[in-house]
């Protein structure tokens, strides 16, 4: 494996940080403008970042999104859909923006999330920890408010970073015959290929070093995708000014 290839297979989520060490502002500010270069649909870069240092704000956003860690991490962005700075370009030239289409939604939220994995990786390169925060859509009205974010900004995720404090082990990831189809879709394996993937979980559980548990994959994750998780979500869209499709 070359260095990238090590890099991405390393990755696991930080959740505890040296509090005695902080992270300079220019550093974080240094690794954006590398993870800007992340591709972009039609070039619109319609994403905004903010970065939240105030610890009363840091506090405020763990209540809110119900991430302990969110408070002690050493930097905190949040990664938000923005469509603002567009619709000003628009109206530079006379024009209105279309705003409420399905498409323009899933446009600002794909080049959000491609510059964020790109400055996750970043981060990592550079002996940082990150975790992906996404309990800040569990109130993305109140965080709007808090942040003072205008209509056509929604908040998608957060990101925690430090410097770690911890040693997770990596998670195995889904067998790559689940993942790839040849073709045409198919998937008449999926019970087969699920089964063995939860003894590889229920060995990875029962060996770390913490929160050890008997448990598999498929269990949990038909928990998770039986809830009705986040139902108002359309409604909060809406109120931002983004899909009414």
Not at 51 to 80: G, I, P, W, Y
Not at 89 to 103: L, T
């Amino acid at each position: 494996m070359n260095t990238i290839d090590k890099l991405i297979k390393s990755h696991r989520s930080v959740r505890r940080y040296q509090q005695e060490n902080n992270i300079d502002e220019e550093v974080i500010l240094d690794m954006i403008r590398v993870a800007q270069h992340a591709s972009s649909s039609h070039f619109v870069q319609a994403y905004s970042i903010i970065m939240v240092s105030d610890q009363e704000l840091k506090e405020r956003l763990s209540s809110l999104s119900s991430n302990s860690h969110v408070a002690t991490c050493n930097k905190f962005l949040l990664f938000c859909a923005d469509l603002e700075r567009l619709n000003i370009a628009c109206n530079m030239h006379g024009k209105v923006i279309e705003s409420q289409s399905a498409e323009n939604l899933l446009v600002a939220t794909i080049d959000t999330a491609l510059v964020a994995q790109n400055f996750s990786l970043i981060a990592e390169s550079r002996g940082y920890g990150i975790c992906f925060i996404g309990g800040m859509r569990n109130e993305p009205i109140l965080i709007s408010e808090l942040l003072k974010l205008p209509k056509k900004v929604f908040p998608l995720f957060g990101m925690a970073i430090g410097i770690p404090d911890e040693q997770n082990e990596v998670k195995p990831r889904l067998p790559i015959e689940s993942i790839v189809h040849k073709d045409f879709y198919d998937s008449s394996q999926y019970e087969a290929i699920l089964k063995f993937y939860d003894q590889q979980m229920k060995v990875y559980y029962q060996s770390r070093s913490e929160n050890k548990k008997d448990i598999g994959w498929s269990e949990p994750m038909s928990d998770y995708m039986s809830h009705k998780n986040r139902m108002d979500m359309m409604k909060h869209l809406n109120e931002k000014g983004f899909n009414r499709d």
